[in-house]
């Protein structure tokens, strides 16, 4: 008795609408009582080998996919001369070892060679069967059409191998336009070191970093190091708008605040909807070679101060103000002046540097910080600008997942006394 009082909690049984439910032995579909039609016409191939792989049964699925009759293939033939020349050696080598170890080896992918020498792709499953002492008899297989996979797994190949051309492409199209973004060749006052670097966060997007330095007409030399908001396509093309303007504004007035009042402006006016700004620092150089250094009047629009690495080891940063470049209508920005001896360096970065997260951070937000920054530069002094560069760039390695966006250096250094 059920817990419905009777009831078949599977459908209403007799007496409840009238009618009796039909029983599974009267709907003859949904009963298999041919064992031996069930096996010889199967929707996979069957096959009973002797423990040597002689075929001593095969079923009419796999007969037909052969082409084979029954008589040329139960005790004539071996499962193994069934498959292609790779598939022999595979199966003696791997197969066959691995079942008389396991007992039992399933989906693996194999191709068998048809009558007509057809290649056709399968996936076998064999088990043995043992006798009632626990002793091997023979070997049971199953064999599965395969050829609908196996084209579906070389359509899945053929599109991955296309999506990953499309994503070197993609690299490929990034590394170019970050390069046009920045100068070819990094050019050097006379008498003086400069070096720079810039290491990207991503290889799928442009950077928003940039720098330069420049000769101008009366002996000086202009030079700057920026970062603009965000990343892609956008951001270089502010990148492109910020880097141009810059140098065009310093060529026709050598004066980095007004050049960075003159990009403001510009950055203002074309994209104050999108909120695109940057921080930049730009500055005139004038080379003094009467006493093998130099003078550099530097501006800064909200970007991270400049470090002074002396000649006597000490270090410093510059202190500058101004606001975020583009961010506001009227921003006024002002000069400062570093006065660069013998043996000293001027290193400028991004922010990218000072705020990377490295495993080995001290600081309460796990970023890198100033003061890192400050106690790493006063190991390297005094240096100049090619060894100085070459000591942060491996730095920046070292900072591995925790340096999460693009970070650009540039260093210029008077020759020691």
Not at 43 to 58: F, V
Not at 178 to 186: G, H, I, T
Not at 233 to 247: H, N
Not at 336 to 345: E, L, M
Request: glycine share 10%; net charge negative.
């Amino acid at each position: 008795m059920t817990a419905t009082g009777g009831r078949d909690p599977l459908g209403p049984g007799p007496g409840d609408d009238g009618s009796a439910r039909p029983s599974v032995a009267g709907c003859p579909a949904l009963l298999e009582d041919d064992l031996e039609d069930l096996y010889e016409n199967a929707p996979c191939g069957n096959l009973s080998t002797l423990l040597d792989g002689t075929i001593a049964k095969i079923n009419g699925t796999l007969l037909a996919w052969l082409g084979y009759r029954r008589e040329e293939l139960v005790g004539r033939r071996r499962f193994s001369d069934l498959l292609t020349g790779g598939g022999r050696i595979y199966h003696e080598t791997h197969f066959a070892p691995m079942l008389a170890m396991r007992g039992e080896i399933g989906g693996v992918a194999l191709d068998l060679r048809t009558k007509d020498g057809v290649r056709m792709p399968v996936l076998v499953t064999s088990v043995v069967k043992a006798g009632s002492e626990g002793q091997p008899q023979l070997i049971r297989t199953a064999i599965f059409d395969a050829a609908m996979r196996r084209s579906y797994e070389r359509e899945l190949l053929s599109a991955r191998k296309a999506a990953e051309r499309e994503d070197e492409r993609l690299r490929q199209l990034v590394s170019k336009l970050q390069r046009s973004l920045l100068p070819a060749v990094l050019q050097t006052p006379p008498g003086l070191d400069s070096a720079a670097y810039y290491r990207a966060a991503s290889t799928d997007e442009v950077g928003g970093d940039f720098y330069d330095l420049f000769p101008l007409e009366d002996g000086r030399w202009g030079f700057f190091l920026g970062d603009v908001s965000g990343k892609g396509v956008e951001a270089a093309a502010v990148t492109a708008l910020a880097r141009y303007t810059l140098r065009a504004a310093t060529v026709y007035n050598p004066d980095p605040a007004a050049a960075l009042q003159n990009l403001n402006t510009v950055l203002w006016q074309e994209y104050r909807q999108d909120a695109r700004y940057c921080t930049v620092v730009s500055g005139i150089l004038t080379p003094t070679p009467a006493v093998n250094g130099f003078t550099a009047v530097i501006a800064s629009g909200g970007h991270p101060e400049p470090l002074l690495l002396r000649a006597d080891g000490s270090v410093h940063y510059h202190p500058t103000k101004g606001r975020i470049v583009g961010a506001f209508p009227n921003s006024r920005y002002t000069n400062t002046t570093v006065v660069a001896n013998p043996g000293d360096t001027l290193l400028l970065y991004s922010d990218g540097l000072t705020e990377a997260r490295p495993a080995s951070s001290e600081t309460a937000d796990g970023r890198y910080g100033t003061a890192a920054l400050a106690r790493f530069a006063h190991s390297l002094a005094p240096t100049n600008a090619t060894t100085a560069v070459a000591a942060v760039t491996e730095l920046l390695r070292t900072f591995g997942a925790g340096l999460s966006d693009d970070t650009a250096i540039l260093a210029i250094s008077a020759p020691p006394a």
